[in-house]
């Protein structure tokens, strides 16, 4: 409690400081200034931000300042004899008693070092404050977490709680993959038109934390059934110019590079991130399958693929935040992504008749080049006004996304003689224009009420240009009019919401309804087909909590949210995976509601923080994909399967949770999480039953340790229980990351050794069964990756975070009820 204290009391001093004009005093005591220089010691540096208390001795006024961003101090007092101390957190106290001020005084160089027994209580309420519980969300900063340095924003997402990434990059909240993914509150270009892959691609070192929200209030969009996960991005706020820059290296091939620089004054903070990386992700995936159709001549193929893939990317963003005034201000900032990636997919295929004889060998490589550009510019308009929590803010942002992806296909058989066949080639070129405009308005109602209110549009427009090319006899590429197709999709939903929030005694409250108005028009162009859509929902929403002490509640949430079909869903032109599998879009796809209850428990002691929650939701028109045998052929014999959407009748899932963070000494710290869910869906499609039930859970254990000489040693590990729907049934995957880290340079740098997965285990083993054809699978997208990082900072410190002046944060919080 000690560092609680010196914060309190230091703020005080620092308000009474600034409150009065100076001192002056009837007769002959005239003021005198009180100046000097505080370095901390381990770095030589000058401190920022510390306290100076002047205390007279025979008088209960006090008098007080801080040093500024060259450690130097000035305090203007009355003639007299003061007891003066220099304080931080975490910092031992530096005293001067009975010093008598009579002319101005330098009191010179100080000195001051930390404490241990203090830096103690610091680290352990850090380590507390690493998950925020507020009424509709819980918030990670991930800073501390050793195992995703190097890494990507999907390494990040994997290591937080309720949150998993499948070895495709999917995103699941509680074991369901319809989650909303927002950067700084709002839609981002750093996701781009592959949320997926992006996610793989940016750094994870950019990322300050990350809030899941399992109940979002109205103020959010209603996107997503399964919740919403914001990414919070770093942004330096210390006075004067700081930052840090970080190099990555590693196996298979890895290298690159982040910084991330701020220069604040007192009226602009102008602030950037760039990053770049080289990676190689080598993948693998074996196929056995079994088709049941009597035209099938090879009835049994085995596929043995490789993948090669090399990743390019840069990442910049840069932008200021500018203080008209003290309540009043704007950020602006431009976002650059330019991404460079090839991958050489090779399969081998062997194909066997139906006495299990080798009929042939097929050797088909795919090498696809693909170029992705963003463009994002974001402006918000902050004003508070006199009464605290009054706010209006407004945001506008457009973005400007583009990929280009280009690939040929060659096929040859290798058995039982070298055939080469002729070879395809695909170009999909896709552009899209997003516009978001948003306004939100909060005003407090006496102490314990606030109303909120607001509106938002986000305009969506893709065209996608599909086309596949076949070689003809004369090596000439003619273009296939079957499948190439332009596709063009617009969608505008435009929000409006209110909410209330009220908290009597221990008990808060947040009611809140949103409206979207949805429009989307599907057009493929040279084939006369232009569909709409247009529906308008109500989501209502309500948090409540109930505390029963500081450190002890719970809480329930309400909220009903959507899922609409992604433009790639309705397309109808087929799109081919392999010569034998294609994806065909459903334009009849309607969008699913869902409703969610949510009741959670949080408990705090000394070392333990404990947090639980019974969740349940039910929705209608689920999205089930499904495999459907099309009743054709390929050259070879094998029956093409088709894979498309389809929206079953309902789902049910209920599920429980718990997280675990433990402390019982200062150099050893560990937290756990777990999750059990059931899901039951039913529904039919064609006279098949689609219906199905499902139990699984999914843990994650992490361990922290100092070790001798100041080492830090972290392992994490995850297993994924087994899981199964109407058609596949998925075994059980564990997975283990390890990492050492090493303070050095006096505090201001830090090397890192990391290991992802370290048995080399994170593969999904997968079991297909349909009325057509059954299928093993084994897919592997990333092998083991061994990763060293070095990062230096300057004009900041590790492990205190500064003061902060003010600024728009962007991750959408209300602010009531945390």
């Known amino acids: 409690m000690k560092f609680f204290l010196i914060a309190i009391c230091s703020l005080s001093i620092t308000f009474s400081a600034f409150s009065q004009q100076r001192p002056k005093?009837?007769?002959?005591?005239?003021?005198?200034?009180?100046?000097?220089?505080?370095?901390?010691?381990?770095?030589?540096?000058?401190?920022?931000?510390?306290?100076?208390?002047?205390?007279?001795?025979?008088?209960?006024?006090?008098?007080?300042?801080?040093?500024?961003?060259?450690?130097?101090?000035?305090?203007?007092?009355?003639?007299?004899?003061?007891?003066?101390?220099?304080?931080?957190?975490?910092?031992?106290?530096?005293?001067?008693?009975?010093?008598?001020?009579?002319?101005?005084?330098?009191?010179?160089?100080?000195?001051?070092e930390e404490d241990a027994q203090a830096l103690d209580?610091?680290?352990?309420?850090?380590?507390?404050?690493?998950?925020?519980?507020?009424?509709?969300?819980?918030?990670?900063?991930?800073?501390?977490?050793?195992?995703?340095?190097?890494?990507?924003?999907?390494?990040?997402?994997?290591?937080?709680?309720?949150?998993?990434?499948?070895?495709?990059?999917?995103?699941?909240?509680?074991?369901?993959?319809?989650?909303?993914?927002?950067?700084?509150?709002?839609?981002?270009?750093?996701?781009?038109l592959n949320d997926t892959e992006a996610l793989r691609q940016f750094p994870a070192e950019?990322?300050?934390?990350?809030?899941?929200?399992?109940?979002?209030?109205?103020?959010?969009?209603?996107?997503?059934?399964?919740?919403?996960?914001?990414?919070?991005?770093?942004?330096?706020?210390?006075?004067?110019f700081n930052g840090s820059v970080t190099l990555n290296g590693g196996i298979p091939e890895f290298y690159g590079g982040s910084t991330s620089l701020n220069y604040r004054l007192e009226k602009v903070n102008f602030f950037t991130n760039i990053g770049y990386s080289h990676?190689?992700?080598?993948?693998?995936?074996?196929?056995?399958?079994?088709?049941?159709?009597?035209?099938?001549?090879?009835?049994?193929?085995?596929?043995?693929?490789?993948?090669?893939?090399?990743?390019?990317?840069?990442?910049?963003?840069?932008?200021?935040?500018?203080?008209?005034?003290?309540?009043?201000?704007?950020?602006?900032?431009?976002?650059?992504?330019?991404?460079?990636?090839?991958?050489?997919?090779?399969?081998?295929?062997?194909?066997?008749?139906?006495?299990?004889?080798?009929?042939y060998t097929s050797l088909r490589i795919e090498d696809e080049d693909e170029d992705d550009k963003v463009y994002q510019y974001s402006f918000n308009f902050t004003h508070d006004f006199n009464e605290e929590g009054h706010k209006l803010t407004a945001d506008f942002q457009y973005e400007s996304?583009?990929?280009?992806?280009?690939?040929?296909?060659?096929?040859?058989?290798?058995?039982?003689?070298?055939?080469?066949?002729?070879?395809?080639?695909?170009?999909?070129?896709?552009?899209?224009?997003?516009?978001?405009?948003q306004a939100d308005y909060v005003l407090p109602i006496g102490e314990n009420q606030q109303f909120e209110a607001g509106?938002?549009?986000?305009?969506?427009?893709?065209?996608?240009?599909?086309?596949?090319?076949?070689?003809?006899?004369?090596?000439?590429f003619i273009l296939n009019p079957k499948v190439s197709n332009i596709f063009v999709y617009d969608e505008n939903i435009h929000a409006l919401y209110s909410q209330y929030g009220n908290k009597f005694g221990k008990f808060s409250a947040l009611l809140g309804l949103r409206m979207e108005v949805t429009d989307i028009d599907i057009e493929i162009k040279d084939e006369n087909l232009d569909a709409k859509k247009n529906y308008t929902n109500f989501f209502p929403t309500a948090n409540l909590a109930y505390e029963l002490n500081e450190s002890e509640n719970f809480t329930l949430g309400y909220n009903r949210r959507i899922s609409r079909p992604r433009s790639r869903f309705i397309n109808p032109f087929p799109s081919q995976s392999s010569?034998?599998?294609?994806?065909?879009?459903?334009?009849?796809?309607?969008?699913?509601?869902?409703?969610?209850?949510?009741?959670?428990?949080?408990?705090?002691?000394?070392?333990?923080?404990?947090?639980?929650?019974?969740?349940?939701?039910?929705?209608?028109?689920?999205?089930?994909?499904?495999?459907?045998?099309?009743?054709?052929?390929?050259?070879?014999?094998?029956?093409?399967?088709?894979?498309?959407?389809?929206?079953?009748?309902?789902?049910?899932?209920?599920?429980?949770?718990?997280?675990?963070?433990?402390?019982?000494?200062?150099?050893?710290?560990?937290?756990?999480?777990?999750?059990?869910?059931?899901?039951?869906?039913?529904?039919?499609?064609?006279?098949?039953?689609?219906?199905?039930?499902?139990?699984?859970w999914f843990t994650r254990f992490s361990s922290k340790i100092v070790l001798p000489a100041e080492i830090d040693w972290q392992t994490t590990m995850m297993y994924r229980g087994p899981s199964e729907d109407a058609q596949n049934k998925r075994d059980g995957m564990f997975m283990m990351n390890m990492a050492l880290s090493k303070d050095i340079l006096k505090g201001n740098g830090t090397i890192s050794f990391n290991v992802d997965d370290l048995f080399n285990s994170r593969k999904r083993e997968m079991e297909t069964l349909t009325d057509d054809f059954a299928q093993e699978s084994a897919f592997q997208w990333r092998e083991r990756q061994f990763r060293v990082s070095f990062a230096y900072r300057f004009n900041q410190k590790k492990k205190r975070e500064r003061p902060r002046n003010g600024g728009f944060d962007g991750g959408g919080d209300e602010g009531f009820g945390g």
């Open 455 to 476: 509106y938002r549009s986000n305009i969506n427009d893709l065209t996608t240009d599909y086309r596949l090319y076949n070689e003809n006899v004369d090596g000439d």
């Open 401 to 437: 996304n583009s990929e280009l992806e280009e690939s040929l296909i060659t096929n040859e058989e290798t058995y039982p003689l070298p055939i080469d066949n002729l070879s395809e080639s695909v170009i999909s070129d896709e552009d899209q224009k997003k516009i978001l405009l």
């Open 25 to 112: 005093k009837p007769g002959n005591k005239a003021s005198y200034d009180v100046s000097g220089l505080v370095i901390e010691k381990s770095s030589n540096t000058p401190l920022e931000f510390a306290t100076i208390i002047l205390k007279p001795i025979n008088s209960d006024q006090v008098f007080g300042g801080l040093t500024n961003e060259k450690g130097k101090f000035k305090v203007s007092v009355p003639q007299g004899t003061y007891n003066i101390s220099i304080e931080f957190i975490s910092f031992k106290t530096i005293n001067f008693p009975n010093k008598i001020v009579n002319n101005d005084l330098d009191l010179g160089r100080i000195i001051i």
């Open 279 to 359: 990676r190689e992700a080598p993948g693998n995936a074996q196929f056995k399958t079994i088709y049941f159709s009597p035209t099938a001549s090879n009835p049994f193929v085995n596929e043995d693929r490789e993948y090669q893939r090399v990743r390019n990317n840069l990442n910049v963003n840069f932008g200021f935040e500018y203080f008209i005034s003290d309540k009043t201000s704007f950020v602006t900032s431009i976002l650059y992504r330019d991404g460079n990636n090839g991958s050489v997919s090779t399969n081998i295929t062997d194909a066997f008749d139906a006495n299990m004889v080798l009929d």
């Open 579 to 696: 010569k034998s599998n294609i994806f065909q879009g459903n334009p009849d796809l309607d969008p699913s509601i869902s409703d969610g209850l949510d009741l959670g428990y949080f408990k705090r002691w000394a070392k333990v923080t404990f947090n639980t929650s019974i969740y349940y939701n039910y929705a209608t028109d689920v999205f089930q994909f499904i495999s459907e045998d099309t009743g054709e052929i390929t050259d070879e014999g094998i029956p093409i399967i088709r894979r498309t959407p389809i929206n079953l009748a309902t789902e049910q899932r209920i599920g429980y949770e718990f997280s675990v963070n433990y402390t019982p000494i200062r150099k050893w710290r560990f937290n756990a999480s777990f999750n059990l869910y059931n899901s039951k869906r039913d529904g039919e499609y064609n006279g098949v039953d689609y219906g199905a039930k499902n139990t699984s």
């Open 206 to 240: 950019s990322i300050k934390k990350v809030e899941v929200i399992t109940s979002p209030s109205a103020r959010y969009d209603a996107e997503g059934t399964a919740g919403i996960i914001n990414i919070i991005l770093r942004r330096g706020e210390a006075q004067g």
């Open 121 to 192: 209580e610091v680290e352990i309420i850090a380590e507390k404050s690493t998950v925020e519980i507020k009424l509709d969300k819980k918030i990670y900063n991930v800073g501390k977490d050793m195992t995703v340095k190097g890494g990507t924003a999907s390494d990040v997402l994997d290591n937080v709680p309720s949150v998993t990434v499948d070895t495709e990059g999917a995103v699941s909240l509680r074991g369901n993959e319809n989650v909303r993914i927002l950067i700084n509150g709002k839609p981002s270009g750093l996701v781009g």
